[in-house]
């Protein structure tokens, strides 16, 4: 099994008054092509998530959209309170054991994206840090949960020429 954590790609900054409430604020127009890339790119090399999770915010529906429309699959999003700001790990993994896929994307928000990857892995306290728009791969052997992954590839659009 594969879980994929995708930190949302290049929004507008925060406190943008055309969003007082932060939830709403979007991906830059820019940051949805670069962002388009990156999936593009990812995707020949084998990132194929079945399933996406999102962050109810704005910005991830719409990393999530673009994941979903330049994969394999075309996955379903399917919107999840855990992955909004203060992410829960373990309703993350009930649904991901639930779902019965084999490849599934969660995406989220830094710092929770950095402290999801670490606690897959298993070292809460290490310090994972995701650039915008970056994607890691966690492999798991055994069901899912903590400590039960092992960290496979983290990338970057810089990583990745995008």
């Not at 593009?40 to 915010?57: D, I, M």
């Not at 991830?60 to 790990?89: M, N, Y």
């Not at 950095?114 to 606690?119: I, K, M, V, Y």
């Amino acid at each position: 099994m594969f879980i994929y954590i995708a930190r949302h790609a290049w929004a507008y900054e925060f406190g943008d008054p055309r969003w007082p409430d932060d939830s709403q604020r979007e991906l830059e127009p820019d940051g949805a092509e670069r962002y388009m890339q990156v999936v593009q790119a990812l995707a020949k090399r084998g990132f194929a998530p079945q399933a996406v999770l999102t962050s109810p915010y704005v910005r991830c529906r719409q990393t999530a959209e673009i994941i979903s429309l330049h994969t394999k699959h075309e996955p379903d999003i399917v919107s999840a309170a855990a992955l909004a700001p203060g992410s829960d790990f373990d309703a993350l993994c009930q649904w991901s054991r639930q779902s019965g896929c084999s490849q599934i994307c969660w995406v989220g928000h830094a710092p929770d994206v950095g402290d999801l990857t670490a606690t897959l892995v298993g070292d809460q306290r290490a310090n994972i840090r995701f650039a915008k728009g970056a994607v890691a791969a966690v492999r798991l052997d055994a069901e899912i949960g903590h400590a039960a992954g092992e960290l496979y590839w983290l990338a970057t659009a810089k990583l990745l020429g995008v």
